[in-house]
Each structure stands twice: as C-alpha cells, then as structure tokens.
C-alpha cells in the first residue's frame, strides 16, 4: 500500500480553503449612479409644487447587513454604500420629477401644496447558485486527482485533486441575479396632512450573469442591477403620482370655470327689482 502523507494533504486542503476565501472576501464601495430620464415626457405641467421628504428606510435587517452565504446573497450591506439608501432613493425620485415636469420642486415645505413620503421596504441584490454550481468543482478535481494518482502516490493524487477542485471553482457559471426595489409613497395634503393618494410600486431588474463559485462580484452587479431595479419602481410611482396631480388641477380648473360663468346670487335677486323699476313710470309723471 502506497503511503499518504496527510500532513501534506492537510496543507493542500488548506491552501484551497484560504484561497477561495481570500477570491470571495473583500471590501468595496457601492456608487449607485442613477440613470438620467429624457426631459419633457409629459407635455402638460400640473400646476402644483411639491417637497420630497426623506424617504424611511425600513428594509429587513438581512438586506441591511448583506447576509448569505455561497448559495444565497443579498448585498450591498449599509457600509459598503457611499450614502446612505433613503438618499439614493430621494435623490433618484426628485430627478425623475423634475426631468419629466410632474410637478414643481420646492426645498422649503411650507411653501408646497403637497408633502410627497416615501417608505423603502426593500433595496438589494440577489444571487442565487445552484447545488451544480458546486458539484461541477468538485467532480472535476476529483477526476483530476484519480489521473494523477492511478499508478502513482495517492497523496500526490489527492494533492492535485484538490488543486482542480480550487481551479474549478473558477469556472464561470450562469447565476441567477436580480436587483429588487419595492417602495411606498403617500402624498400629503399640506395643510391638513390629509393622505390623498399613496400607491406601493417594486421594480426588478433579473438575468442570468456568469459567475464562478468563489467570485464574490457584489460591487459590479450592485451598480448594475440596483439603479435599472430603481428606475423601474420610480417609473410606476412617477407615472401614477402624474395621473393623480394632473386630474387634481384639471378639477380646480373646472370648479373655478363655473365659478367664473355663473353670476353671483347678489345679481340674480336684484334682477326683477331692477326691471320692474324701469317698466313702472316716474312719481313725478
């Protein structure tokens, strides 16, 4: 029987340990630039001024942290951001107002009709891998390692095993990834703080990416994924909140139209008065 040094074997298991990690960890800054509209979409402007507040974050601590392991991901985490998600939310909601003439912008509250409010309920990225993803390494260093140990040191054999198991890691493979964005948006009368309109809008942005097992490419498909996910979700709420002030003005319009053509009650009273006075023939007569 040929003998196996497992010392060697030991270290070897090691080195392919410490290297997928070192492939898998590693710290990075997320900057969501958010993609820019065409201005003018909507050709009538209602005539209302609008504030955005600070959107609440209320998203689950899972996607706050980025947990997961190798199967499953949710990322970025809070301090892999170079602001904060409410600020990269509001942000991308004041632009899309103002690029596609929904609504005046006003920085001072008291000085708009309407006080838009925003909840982010979620804002992350997904990955998902497969249990072939795993497998696929796995079978191609162990077939390596049979090679290379038929009529040889089974240690050296197990040795360049591992080796393939390390470099098949490297494979890429399709993975499934989606960037998900689910936002609640209430707007608020001003002056009553009345809710007049709310609405809850989710946009996703989900392909296949070809990833290997050890890549840990959170920041690349985090920049991708999560603005074109945001676009969408801003699109639905943008879109509803246009239909919801446009009909709001044409209505205050029609109202002051019929204010403006029917005559005032004081005129409609006075008016057989006047006309008897001029049928009915003077005193002095």
């Known amino acids: 029987m040929i003998p196996l040094n497992w010392k060697s074997t030991v270290a070897s298991l090691g080195l392919v340990l410490v290297g997928v990690g070192l492939v898998a960890c590693s710290h990075y800054t997320v900057i969501l630039r958010y ?9 009538e402007r209602p005539a209302t001024s609008l504030y955005v507040a ?12 980025g947990k997961g392991a190798f199967v499953s991901l949710h990322f970025p985490a809070d301090d892999n951001l170079d602001v904060p998600m409410a600020s990269v939310v509001r942000r991308a909601l004041m632009q899309d107002i103002l690029s596609t003439r929904v609504a005046r912008l006003v920085q001072n509250p008291e000085n708009a009709d309407y006080l838009l409010h925003t909840q982010v309920l979620s804002m992350t990225t997904k990955l998902k891998r497969s249990g072939k993803q795993f497998a696929i390494p796995l079978l191609a260093g162990l077939g390596v390692g049979f090679a290379a140990g038929a009529g040889a ?11 393939g198991v390390l ?5 890429p493979l399709p993975t499934e990834t ?37 890549a840990r490419e959170d920041k ?17 709420a943008v879109g509803q909140l246009y239909q919801f002030l446009l009909s709001e003005t044409s209505s205050v319009k029609t109202n002051n139209s019929q ?11 006075q008016a057989p008065a006047d006309s008897r006075m001029e049928q009915a023939p003077a005193d002095s007569l």
């Open 259 to 269: 204010m403006e053509q029917a005559p005032p009650d004081s005129l409609i009273q």
């Open 35 to 43: 993609p820019k509209e065409s201005a003018n979409i909507f050709t």
């Open 220 to 236: 690349k498909l985090a920049e991708r994924f999560l603005p074109a996910a945001l676009k969408r979700a801003n699109a639905c």
């Open 167 to 171: 470099l098949g890691t490297f494979i």
């Open 153 to 163: 040191d089974v240690g050296h054999g197990i040795k360049v095993g591992l080796v």
């Open 54 to 65: 600070q959107p609440a974050d209320l998203r689950s601590q899972k996607e706050r942290e």
């Open 178 to 214: 989606e960037g998900v964005v689910e936002l609640r948006l209430e707007l608020r009368d001003r002056q009553t703080n009345e809710v007049v309109w709310n609405t809850t809008c989710t946009g996703s942005e989900k392909r296949n990416v070809a990833i290997s097992v050890s």
